[in-house]
């Protein structure tokens, strides 16, 4: 008997979308009624009268982690929402999660008392969540035009950039090459000077031989020779 419950708690623990979950906190409430008495953790031989206790586990939570291999946190939150239901009993009727129902007694206190209020009002939290799709879509859109004026803006900067740079890069190529017209033309005019230099330098030595020619003869060979 204690096994086939232990089994059931197994089966419901994944079925929460289908309701299950409360099967699960109904069995819980009648076959561990201590987990509900809200005085602290229970006595030890408590824990070992139970049905967990004889399947050997030591706690509640042992038996969550490693008998169901679950959370203790996801067990506070149906522990919660289960609360939430024994006091509206209309809630037993409706396929409704643990989550959902947390979610609505944080976004809307009081509780909806009955059926018509929480299907008023769950109604109109779809229509705000609707709404704010919407807007979330029109924002996204808005920031996809904004994106795409950005990338065309920065493709224009781009073409300038690259225009920039074509014709720095074209200016430095003219200047390149004037400077290296310059340096031929330097080397041209060092050419031509030592050139100049040089017949200068032999044409003085040229004049310079004849003079010392001269001075060795005498006053009528120096005039003949002038002649």
Request: hydrophobic share 35%; with cysteine; aromatic share 8%.
């Amino acid at each position: 008997m204690n096994d086939e419950i232990l089994e059931d708690l197994k089966e419901k623990l994944g079925s929460e979308s289908a309701g299950q979950w409360m099967r699960f906190m109904f069995i819980c409430e009648r076959h561990l009624s201590f987990l509900f008495s809200g005085s602290g953790a229970p006595k030890k031989s408590t824990i070992e009268k139970s049905i967990i206790g004889k399947a050997g586990f030591l706690s509640w939570s042992d038996y969550v982690q490693n008998g169901l291999n679950w959370n203790l946190n996801s067990w506070k939150s149906w522990k919660k929402a289960w609360s939430i239901v024994k006091q509206n009993d209309y809630l037993r009727s409706l396929p409704i999660t643990a989550s959902e129902i947390n979610t609505m007694a944080a976004q809307h206190k009081p509780f909806p008392a009955s059926l018509d209020e929480y299907q008023a009002v769950k109604e109109g939290r779809q229509s705000v969540i609707a709404d704010k799709r919407q807007n979330s879509v029109a924002a996204l859109k808005t920031q996809l035009t904004s994106s795409e004026s950005d990338i065309a803006s920065i493709k224009l900067e781009l073409a300038s950039s690259n225009a920039k740079v074509e014709l720095l890069t074209a200016e430095k190529s003219k200047n390149e090459e004037k400077i290296n017209s310059l340096i031929v033309s330097n080397e041209s005019l060092k050419i031509k000077h030592a050139e100049e230099l040089k017949k200068e330098i032999e044409s003085r030595k040229k004049i310079t031989k004849s003079l010392n020619t001269l001075k060795n003869k005498g006053f009528f060979a120096r005039l003949f020779n002038l002649k």
